[in-house]
């Protein structure tokens, strides 16, 4: 989950051997509803408002593009260490 505070909330999911995909976009009140959801079920948030623009502009169910993956997969491994996945 990624989101830009207040006001951009994307959501993703990461299956291997595919890329990560957007499953989840929405500014204002949606963003909210979609973090709300993310805290409810324990996922973690990172914050990147850089990040999360990119990511606002991909179609849900579609793999991010090459350009975003090594931002993605800090996010990603920032959730695995918060998890307590990897150290």
């Known amino acids: 989950m990624n989101r830009q505070p207040g006001n951009l909330a994307?959501?993703?999911?990461?299956?291997?051997?595919?890329?990560?995909?957007?499953?989840?976009v929405g500014?204002?009140?949606?963003?909210r509803r979609i973090v709300?959801?993310?805290?409810?079920?324990?996922?973690p948030i990172s914050e990147n408002a850089g990040l999360a623009?990119?990511?606002?502009?991909?179609e849900i169910d579609q793999e991010i593009p090459?350009?975003?993956?090594r931002a993605v997969a800090e996010v990603l491994a920032?959730?695995?260490?918060?998890?307590g996945?990897?150290?």
């Open 36 to 43: 709300a959801l993310a805290e409810e079920a324990n996922v």
């Open 27 to 31: 500014r204002g009140e949606l963003a």
């Open 53 to 58: 623009q990119a990511l606002s502009h991909i």
């Open 66 to 69: 090459e350009n975003l993956y």
């Open 10 to 24: 994307v959501a993703l999911k990461y299956e291997k051997p595919h890329a990560p995909r957007v499953t989840a």
């Open 85 to 87: 996945r990897i150290k």
């Open 78 to 83: 920032y959730i695995l260490r918060v998890a």
